[in-house]
């Protein structure tokens, strides 16, 4: 199994990046997702792998978003591997809807790619149309489909 020795972070102009030191093929494990520390409310270090479980992720924690990622975070089985081969060298980023139902600190999407959604702020805020094309965690999912079902309910209670 490959290990975080195998990334290294980048800062340039304050801004963080996590950097590949070698090569991976599309669906290679990357390495595995620390759970050392699990809390219960996301911060901007966390990564959310369960409804309310949160886990400080380490040296992941410089992984950035893209709406066009190379690598996927699997919390099911907290592994993160590459969803496109990657290079030497390579930045290495996800799409944070895949884990976060709700961001911590909700930012605007810089990523330029084609599909990009502009705002970053969880997945309870994007539309289906938009998360059906990108790989999404059980717990994501699973909060999704909740809010789907209880969608008369959320409306009532908007209204009220």
């Not at 996301?42 to 886990?55: A, E, K, L, S």
């Amino acid at each position: 199994m490959a290990s975080m020795d195998t990334l290294t972070i980048k800062t340039e102009n304050k801004f963080r990046s996590l950097i590949s030191k070698q090569a991976y093929k599309k669906g290679e494990v990357i390495c595995e997702i620390p759970t050392e520390k699990v809390v219960n409310k996301p911060n901007r270090y966390t990564v959310q792998i369960g409804r309310d479980r949160h886990t400080n992720v380490g040296k992941l924690a410089a992984l950035n978003h893209s709406c066009d990622p190379n690598v996927i975070l699997d919390t099911e089985n907290l592994l993160m591997y590459a969803c496109k081969d990657i290079e030497k060298g390579d930045e290495l980023s996800f799409f944070y809807p895949a884990t976060e139902w709700e961001m911590d600190a909700p930012f605007i999407c810089l990523c330029g790619a084609s599909n990009c959604i502009h705002v970053v702020a969880g997945a309870r805020f994007l539309p289906l149309s938009t998360l059906e094309h990108h790989f999404l965690n059980k717990h994501i999912r699973e909060m999704m489909i909740e809010l789907l079902e209880n969608t008369e309910q959320h409306l009532v209670k908007l209204k009220g």
